[in-house]
């Protein structure tokens, strides 16, 4: 299994404001992900993280707001940019590997999340 | 997108059977999965089945799948305090990248002594 780390584990930011979190992986993963908890809410996909090129968005969330990087693969970050109080969720980031059985699915592995706090 | 449903809190005694249900959106769901999250900590695969299955047992948990109802349980045997977390329910969606996981707002599960 991967292990992912994140950093940070937790800001509380100015609106206005941007923070980059960083995710890194253990071993090299074919796709990273990043999702959204909003407080009491279920995970929200943003963004899959493709190493290379630009990152794919899902409905309600763009490039501007929240660009991505991907340089390799083992590593990626999330900005939130000109952060208001809506944006305070737990951001987590997930990466997908082979399990180690001869399976054909897809296990995503996801790293403790960054609390962020918009005052 | 549609809403995963769970129910949000479950309380059980230690050494009980817990049961945690779910009923998701998309039949063409190829996998279903269970996810643990501990407090301050991320999100643990606990399993998960093949949409072509009605039950997998590993250890002491047991999904049980109904494709025509599209529900999908776990079931925890002799529940301990350490199994105290919130649970959550994903089925595998198609997504702008091709691939994603919807989850449900997970159940929060208490075990008391």
């Known amino acids: 299994s991967a292990v992912i780390s994140q950093k940070p584990s937790r800001d509380i930011c100015q609106r206005g404001t941007s923070l980059t979190i960083q995710c890194q992986v253990d071993?090299?993963?074919?796709?990273m992900f990043w999702y959204r908890q909003q407080p009491g809410q279920s995970l929200t996909l943003i963004a899959t993280?493709?190493?290379?090129?630009?990152?794919?968005?899902e409905s309600g969330f763009v490039i501007d707001k929240f660009p991505i990087s991907r340089p390799n693969l083992t590593f990626s970050t999330l900005t939130v940019s000109n952060m208001s109080p809506e944006d305070s969720s737990i951001y987590l980031c997930?990466?997908?590997?082979?399990?180690?059985?001869?399976?054909?699915?897809?296990?995503?592995?996801f790293g403790p999340g960054t609390r962020l706090t918009v005052l | 997108g549609e809403d995963v449903e769970q129910s949000l809190f479950l309380s059980v005694r230690e050494g009980d059977s817990s049961v945690i249900n779910c009923t998701y959106t998309d039949s063409s769901s190829t996998y279903l999965y269970w996810y643990k999250q501990e407090p301050g900590a991320g999100l643990q695969l606990l399993t998960y089945i093949f949409s072509n299955m009605d039950m997998k047992q590993d250890q002491r948990l047991t999904v049980l799948l109904n494709k025509k109802d599209k529900h999908l349980s776990l079931r925890i045997a002799d529940t301990q305090t350490g199994d105290s977390a919130i649970y959550f329910c994903?089925?595998?969606?198609?997504?702008?990248?091709?691939?994603?996981?919807?989850f449900g707002k997970g159940t929060s599960l208490l075990v008391t002594p």
């Open positions: 993280a493709n190493q290379g090129s630009e990152a794919t968005y």
């Open positions: 071993s090299q993963v074919t796709m």
């Open positions: 994903a089925e595998s969606l198609r997504s702008n990248s091709g691939y994603a996981l919807n």
């Open positions: 997930s990466a997908e590997g082979r399990g180690l059985a001869a399976s054909s699915y897809n296990e995503q592995f």
